[in-house]
């Protein structure tokens, strides 16, 4: 719920991969919340890199909100990558490295199971099926909408 109103219902898997909005996204869980440009149908702009993905109907040339689970960056060797960065941060967490990563001027979340220390130049990689898009609210009151039951 966000200021009284229903966001979205469903299990919390669905909510977690699928969130409705920026809201839902950040309420359920750590996310990488990029503001992007959806170019056409399974191709959107994030940070002026184009990344594939698997999202339709959201028209040409479109700003939306994309999601990215920290689980779901995949850093690789820079070369290797879409976008390149380096990291900034690191906590080791038990079962996983939670890194932050600074590329394109956004700082991503970064959990994974491999280490990369602070200072290495890194690639950042995401699986098409991973980046979730979502319509960019024009205001905050747009952000708590009412969902029919």
């Given at each position: 719920m ?22 839902v ?19 959107v ?11 339709t ?5 479109r ?12 850093l ?58 979502m ?7 747009e952000?708590a ?5």
């Amino acid at each position: 719920m966000n200021q009284g109103y229903i966001q979205q219902i469903g299990s919390p898997e669905s909510i977690y991969n699928e969130p409705e909005n920026a809201f839902v996204a950040d309420f359920i869980g750590d996310s990488n919340i990029i503001p992007a440009t959806m170019i056409e149908d399974k191709l959107v702009s994030i940070l002026g890199t184009r990344f594939a993905c698997v999202d339709t109907g959201f028209g040409k040339n479109r700003p939306v909100d994309v999601v990215i689970r920290p689980e779901d960056v995949i850093l690789v060797e820079p070369a290797d990558g879409i976008i390149q960065g380096v990291v900034t941060h690191l906590i080791f967490k038990g079962v996983h490295y939670e890194m932050e990563v600074m590329a394109g001027g956004f700082e991503w979340l970064v959990h994974s199971t491999t280490l990369f220390p602070v200072g290495k130049e890194v690639g950042i990689r995401v699986d098409p099926f991973n980046i979730q898009i979502m319509n960019k609210p024009e205001s905050e009151d747009e952000e708590a909408v009412i969902i029919d039951i």
